[in-house]
């Protein structure tokens, strides 16, 4: 059976730092072009099926933006 991640990102939390990008091995997140409530350009998902769950982004994610959930796929 295979993994599936769902990958979310709150934009309004986030600050636009930057570290999630730069955490992920598989340049799954970038960052947007345009800006969230607090005025930031936002991080966002851009290649979803390319994550392999490690975490890296969410642990990095000084606001506590992102969430990872597993989901299994036939
Ligand atoms: S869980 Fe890992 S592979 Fe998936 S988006 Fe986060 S850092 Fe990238
Ligand atoms: S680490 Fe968190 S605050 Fe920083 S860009 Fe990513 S989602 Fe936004």
Known sequence: MA???????????C???????????KQVIAMSKEIND????????VDLPACIGCRFCAFM?????IS?????AA
Do not use: S
């Open 3 to 13: 993994r599936v991640f769902q990958v979310t990102i709150d934009k309004n939390r």
């Open 15 to 25: 600050k636009g730092c930057g570290l999630c990008p730069n955490a992920c091995p």
């Open 38 to 45: 607090k005025g930031y350009f936002y991080a966002h998902v």
């Open 61 to 65: 994610c000084p606001d506590v933006a």
């Open 68 to 72: 990872i959930a597993q989901e299994d």
